[in-house]
């Protein structure tokens, strides 16, 4: 999808998303050593995205588009591709 294609707030949710996340991965700390950030602080940037992620699935869903859109692979098996490794019961079959 382009740009051109989000609504004014859809472009502004992702700016802002796409800042906090430079943010959270400019201030992130080798395991052990402290966080510059108070708890506080990164819960609040925890709730903020999760605020963020609900608005755009909602403007999604009025917009008509998939509600799990998201990058995929070309070789990515699709949902409906299922491997079965062990063969159906005569219970589960119709």
Known sequence: MSETE???EERILRAVKMTLAAVIKDTATPPGM???LSDATIEDLRQCL???S???RELAAAAGRAKE???RYVDEPSKESVV???PRKPSEEK
Do not use: F, G
């Open 50 to 52: 999760a605020l963020i």
């Open 54 to 56: 609900a608005r755009e």
């Open 84 to 86: 079965r490794l062990h």
């Open 69 to 71: 859109a998201r990058p």
């Open 6 to 8: 989000l609504s004014v």
């Open 34 to 36: 402290r966080h510059p």
